[in-house]
C-alpha cells in the first residue's frame, strides 16, 4: 500500500537512524536538503544584518552607524556576497528542491547521491570562505568583483572569491543531480507533460547551473591569478581588458537570476494550484515558459553593461533581447491569475506569500522593462531604482517564494502542522515591510540617488530624498521583523504543532503519498501516478487530513 | 549502502534504481553533463583567447615564437594514443579481460606521464627566461631582496629582454629599437598569460586524470572492474578522451601560427 | 541507436556488458587512431603555408574533424543515446554563443579605444 508507512509514524528520516554521524555522511536526499535549509538560514540571517546596517547608515544624510565610508563598502559588498551566492541562489533548490524533487517523483533518492554530499559538504567549505573573509575584515568591491578595483584593493577579495568559487560547484553538482534525476528517473506514466511544475522549474534551473557555472568559475580562478600572480587578462594596467571581465562575469550572473527565480515560479505554480482547488490553468504554457525563460536568460546578458564601453551595437542586440524575456516571464502571471480565477482560495500562509509572489514580481518584472531600454538606463544606472528592482524580483520574488514554499512543505520534513494565524500575520508583515523598504527607492532612484554611495549630502533635495529613505529604513526594520516571525512561528510548531497527516493541503503531487514525515526510503512502493492537478479524488477527513476517495485503477487502494 | 540485487556477478543495483540499464544511463548522462561544465569552464579562456587572437593577432605572432612546435606535436601524438589505450581499456572492462585491462591503463598512464614530462620541460624553458607570468612577482616573493613595502619587483626579476631580442632576431625581425622591443615584450607576456592559463588548466586536467587512472589500476588488478562493473572505467575513459579533445584545439591554437 | 541494448544482439562482447553498453570494435579504434595521427600531421603540413586570414580557419576544421572522431568513436557517442550527443552539442553552442557576442562586442568597441589611445600619444 502506498500509505501503509503513515501508520507508523515513529520511525521516519529524522530519526532512522540516529547520530551525528549518521547526519554528516548521510545520502538521504531528505536530510540533505533539511541541512541545506538550516545552512541558508544562517546566512539570510547573517545577510540581514549587513541589510539593516546599511539601511540605518542610509536614513539620514551624514554618518548614523558608522563614520567610516570604507566600512560602509564592505556592508554592503558582504550584503549583497551572502545573500547572492549563500541564500537567493542555493534557497530553493539545494533545501526544498532536494527535499522534494524524488519525492515527487515517486523515486527513493536523486540519480547521484554521493554527489548529492559533496555539494552539501562544497557549500559548507565555500560557506567558511565567506565566514573566514568576515574574520579578515570583509571585502569592498560590491558583489560584482569589477576588476581593476577587485585586483588592487587590499581588502579580503581572494578568500571571498575562491569562497564563490567552491560554491560554484556545490550549484553545479546540485544541477547535474536534478538534470539526470528528471531525466532517467521519472515513474511510469510521468511523461514529461504530467509532471508537477517544481520540477519544470528545477529542470530550468538545472540547465543555467550547468551552463553559466563554469563561466563564474574561471573568470573567478582568472581574477585570483591576477591578484596574486599579475596575469592581466582582465586588468588594463596589466595588458587586460576590464570590460572582457564583465561579459565573463555577467554571461553567468545574468542567468544566474533564472537560477534564483525559476524554482520560485515553480513554488508559486503548485502553491496556487492547490489553494485554489483547480487544475492549473495553461499546465505546458507554463512548462515551456520555464525553459524559454532558462534559454532567452543567456541572451541577455550586456543589458548590465550599456554604461560599461559595451559598443552600442551590442547594447541595442541586447536591449531588443531582453524584452523578449518579459513574455514568458508574463505568461506565467497570465496563467497563475487564470488559476486564481473562480478558484475555491484559501489564504493559508503559503497561499498568501505565493500572491504576494505574483504582486510583487509583477513590479519587480515590469520595472526590469525600464532598465532593458537603453535611454532610460542611462537616466537610472546605478540608482536606488536599479537596487529596489532588484530587491522587487529577488527579495520580493525569491523570498517570499522561498517562505511560501517553506510553509507549504513545512508539515512534510517536520511531520507538524504550524500555526496558521502566525503564517498569516508574518504575511501581512513582509507585505507592507517589504513595500514600505523598496517602493521609496523607485522614487528616489528617479530622483537621482545614487546606490551603494555612504552619504547623500551632495544630492540635490535633501529633504526630499530623506523623507523617503526614513520610510525605507522603518520598511526595512518591519521586512526582517516579518520574516523573524514567520521563523518564530514555524520552530514554535516542532513543539506545540499537531501531528500532520500524510496529505493536509489535498494536493495531487506525490509527495504528499508518503507519511509526514517521510520514512527513510520514502515510498515503500511506488505511489501510483496520477494528473497531478486534479484534486477531486481527495476529500478532507478529520483524522488523517485528506485521502483519497476514488480508484484510479485496481492496485490504487486509499486507506 | 543497501543494495538490492540478486546477482552475484555483475555490477551492483544501488538502491534508487529501478534497472541496471537505467543506473548506466544516469551514470554516463551525468558525465556528458560534467563534461559540458568542463567544455564551458575551458570556454572563458577560450573566449579570452579569440578576443585578443582577433583584436591583437600581433600579440600571437610574437608570442608563438617562443613555443617549440616540434615539442607540442609530439604531445598531441601522445595524448592521442593515450586515448586509444583509454578506449581499448573500456573495451577490456566490458568484455572482462583483466590482463588487457590493465596492460592498456597501464599504458594510458605512461601517455599522461610522458606528456607532463615533455610540458614539464617546456615550462622550465620558459622559467629560465623569466617568461612564466607572475614568475617575477613569485621569484621576488621568496628572494632574499625582498621588500614586503616595495610593490614591484626590481629589474632582475622581469622576463629576460636580450634573451627575447635574440630570439627576434633569430626569427627574422632584425634591429628592433628599444621601443619596438618594449612592445614586443608587452605582447609576449599578454601571449604568456594566454598559454599559461589554457596549457596549466589543462596540464590540472591531465594531472586529475592520472589520480583516477591510478586509482582505476589498483582496482582493476584486483579485477574490481572486469566483472560487469565497468562503468568507473567508462567515465574516466569519457573525462581522459575531453582532455584529449581540448588538447586538440589548444595545440593548433596556440602552436601553429602564422 | 544503440544496438546491444536488443538482449538477440550477437554482437561480440553484448552478453557481456549485460547489454547496457556498446562494445567498440578493435578495428575501428585503429582506424580512428590512424586517422587522428594522420590529421595532426596535416594540421601541421598546412601551418607552413600562408592562407592569409584563413589560416585559423584551416586549423580549427581539422581540429574539429578529430575532436569529431574522438566524440563518436572513442567516447562512443555514435552509438550512444542520442540524448547524450544533444547533450554535449549543446555546450558546444552555448560556448558559441558567449564566445561570438563577446567576440563581436570587442571587435565593435576595440576602434574606439583605438582612436583614444592615438589622441593620448598626441
Known amino acids: 500500500m502506498a500509505t501503509s508507512t503513515a501508520d507508523n509514524p515513529t520511525r521516519n528520516y529524522l530519526n532512522d537512524p540516529r547520530g551525528v554521524k549518521s547526519w554528516l555522511f548521510t545520502r538521504d536526499h531528505k536530510r540533505i536538503g533539511l541541512m541545506f535549509l538550516c545552512l541558508v538560514t544562517v546566512a539570510v540571517s547573517l545577510g540581514a544584518v549587513f541589510a539593516l546596517l546599511i539601511r540605518t547608515e542610509l536614513t539620514l544624510p551624514g554618518p548614523t552607524v558608522t563614520d567610516s565610508p570604507s566600512l560602509y563598502n564592505r556592508f554592503f559588498t558582504l550584503h549583497g556576497a551572502i545573500m547572492i551566492f549563500l541564500f537567493v541562489l542555493p534557497a530553493i533548490p539545494s533545501s526544498l528542491g532536494n527535499f522534494v524533487l524524488p519525492l515527487m517523483l515517486g523515486a527513493k533518492d536523486v540519480a547521484f547521491p554521493r554527489l548529492n554530499l559533496a555539494s552539501l559538504w562544497l557549500f559548507a567549505f565555500g560557506m567558511a570562505f565567506f565566514i573566514l573573509t568576515l574574520a579578515l575584515g570583509g571585502v569592498d568591491t560590491g558583489w560584482t568583483f569589477y576588476p581593476p578595483y577587485s585586483t588592487g584593493t587590499p581588502t579580503a577579495v581572494t578568500t571571498a572569491v575562491v569562497g564563490a568559487f567552491i560554491l560554484g560547484f556545490s550549484s553545479i553538482f546540485t544541477g547535474i543531480n536534478f538534470l539526470v534525476t528528471i531525466h532517467t528517473m521519472r515513474p511510469p506514466g510521468m511523461g514529461w507533460f504530467r509532471m508537477p511544475l517544481f520540477l519544470w522549474g528545477l529542470y530550468g534551473t538545472a540547465i543555467i547551473q550547468i551552463l553559466a557555472t563554469p563561466v563564474l568559475a574561471i573568470t573567478l580562478l582568472l581574477l585570483v591569478v591576477e591578484r596574486t600572480l599579475g596575469v592581466g587578462i582582465f586588468d588594463a594596467k596589466l595588458g587586460g581588458d576590464p570590460v572582457l571581465f564583465q561579459h565573463f562575469f555577467w554571461f553567468y550572473s545574468h542567468p544566474a537570476v533564472y537560477i534564483m527565480i525559476l524554482p520560485a515560479m515553480g513554488i508559486v505554480s503548485e502553491v496556487i494550484a492547490v489553494f485554489s482547488r483547480k487544475h492549473i490553468f495553461g499546465y505546458k504554457f507554463i512548462a515551456y515558459s520555464s525553459l524559454a525563460i532558462a534559454l532567452l536568460g543567456f541572451f541577455v546578458w550586456g543589458h548590465h553593461m550599456f554604461v560599461s564601453g559595451q559598443s552600442p551595437l551590442v547594447g541595442m542586440i541586447f536591449s531588443a533581447l531582453t524584452f523578449a524575456v518579459a513574455i514568458p516571464s508574463a505568461i506565467k502571471v497570465f496563467n497563475w491569475v487564470t488559476t486564481l480565477y473562480k478558484g475555491a482560495i484559501d489564504l493559508s500562509p503559503a497561499m498568501c506569500f505565493s500572491l504576494m509572489f505574483v504582486f510583487i514580481f509583477g513590479v519587480g518584472g515590469l520595472t526590469g522593462l525600464f532598465l532593458g531600454s537603453l535611454a532610460t538606463n542611462i537616466q537610472v544606472h546605478d540608482t536606488s531604482f536599479v537596487v529596489a528592482h532588484f530587491h522587487y524580483t529577488m527579495a520580493g520574488g525569491t523570498l517570499t517564494a522561498f517562505l511560501a514554499g517553506l510553509y507549504y512543505w513545512w508539515p512534510k520534513i517536520t511531520g507538524r502542522m504550524y500555526g496558521r494565524r502566525w503564517g498569516q500575520i508574518a504575511a501581512g508583515l513582509v507585505f507592507i515591510g517589504f513595500n514600505l523598504t523598496y517602493f521609496p527607492q523607485f522614487v528616489i532612484g528617479w530622483q537621482g540617488m545614487p546606490r551603494r554611495y555612504y552619504d547623500y549630502e551632495l544630492v540635490t533635495d535633501i529633504p526630499f530624498i530623506t523623507g523617503w529613505q526614513i520610510i525605507s529604513t522603518v520598511g526595512g526594520y518591519l521586512f526582517v521583523g516579518g520574516v523573524v516571525f514567520a521563523a518564530v512561528g514555524l520552530i514554535r510548531s516542532l513543539w506545540t504543532g499537531a501531528r500532520a497527516p500524510a496529505n493536509p493541503w489535498g494536493a495531487a503531487t506525490l509527495e504528499w503519498q508518503c507519511s509526514s514525515p517521510p520514512p527513510s526510503g520514502n515510498f515503500d512502493q511506488p505511489p501510483p501516478v496520477g494528473d497531478c492537478y486534479v484534486f477531486d479524488d481527495w476529500e478532507y477527513d478529520e483524522e488523517k487530513g485528506y485521502v483519497r476517495v476514488t480508484k484510479e485503477s485496481e492496485d490504487v487502494v486509499s486507506t | ?258 | 541507436m544503440n544496438e546491444t541494448t536488443n538482449p538477440t544482439n550477437e554482437k561480440p562482447g553484448a552478453h557481456a556488458t549485460g547489454g547496457v553498453a556498446h562494445v567498440a570494435d578493435p578495428r575501428v579504434l585503429l582506424a580512428v587512431f590512424a586517422a587522428l595521427i594522420g590529421l595532426t600531421a596535416l594540421t601541421v603540413g598546412v601551418s607552413y603555408f600562408d592562407f592569409g586570414g584563413l589560416n585559423i580557419f584551416v586549423a580549427l576544421g581539422v581540429a574539429t574533424v578529430k575532436a569529431g572522431l574522438v566524440a563518436l568513436y572513442f567516447m562512443h557517442l555514435r552509438y550512444d543515446n542520442l540524448f547524450n550527443s544533444v547533450v554535449f552539442l549543446t555546450g558546444v553552442a552555448f560556448l558559441g554563443l558567449f564566445l561570438g557576442i563577446t567576440l563581436l562586442d570587442t571587435v565593435e568597441y576595440q576602434p574606439g579605444i583605438e582612436t583614444f589611445q592615438e589622441s593620448q600619444l598626441k
Not at chain 2, 561544465?37 to 591583437?56: D, K, P, Q, S
Not at chain 2, 607532463?116 to 623569466?130: C, F, I, P, S
Not at chain 2, 626579476?157 to 632576431?169: A, C, K, Q
Not at chain 2, 596540464?203 to 586509482?215: C, F, N, Q, S
Open chain 2, 1 to 258: 549502502m543497501p543494495h538490492d540485487h540478486d546477482q552475484t556477478d555483475g555490477p551492483p543495483l544501488a538502491h534508487h534504481f529501478d534497472s541496471l540499464q537505467q543506473q548506466f544511463d544516469s551514470a554516463r548522462l551525468g558525465m556528458w553533463i560534467f563534461l559540458v561544465t568542463e567544455i564551458l569552464f575551458f570556454g572563458g579562456l577560450f573566449c579570452a583567447y579569440a578576443v585578443y587572437r582577433a583584436n591583437h593577432p600581433a600579440v600571437f605572432v610574437d608570442g608563438h615564437h617562443f613555443l617549440q612546435t616540434p615539442l607540442g606535436a609530439f604531445n598531441t601524438c601522445v595524448l592521442l594514443l593515450s586515448s586509444l589505450t583509454m578506449a581499448w581499456s573500456v573495451r577490456a572492462a566490458q568484455l572482462r579481460r583483466r590482463g588487457t585491462l590493465v596492460a592498456m591503463l597501464g599504458a594510458t598512464i605512461l601517455c599522461g606521464l610522458v606528456f607532463m614530462g615533455v610540458k614539464a620541460v617546456e615550462y622550465r624553458h620558459k622559467w629560465e627566461h623569466r617568461l612564466v607570468p607572475g614568475q617575477a612577482r613569485l621569484q621576488y616573493w621568496f628572494s632574499d631582496e625582498h621588500d614586503p613595502n616595495g610593490v614591484e619587483p626590481p629589474k632582475e626579476f622581469l622576463p629576460d629582454r636580450e634573451y627575447i631580442r635574440e630570439h627576434l632576431e633569430a626569427a627574422g625581425y632584425t634591429d628592433l629599437t628599444d621601443e619596438q622591443l618594449d612592445r614586443r615584450v608587452a605582447n609576449l607576456r599578454t601571449f604568456m598569460a594566454i598559454y599559461f592559463s589554457l596549457t596549466v588548466l589543462h596540464a590540472l586536467h591531465v594531472l586529475i586524470g592520472l589520480g583516477v587512472l591510478t586509482w582505476l589500476l589498483l582496482g582493476a588488478t584486483r579485477g574490481r572492474w572486469t566483472s560487469g562493473h565497468f562503468t568507473p572505467v567508462d567515465l574516466v575513459g569519457l573525462y581522459w578522451h575531453l582532455v584529449d579533445l581540448i588538447w586538440i584545439y589548444l595545440f593548433p591554437l596556440l602552436y601553429l601560427i602564422h
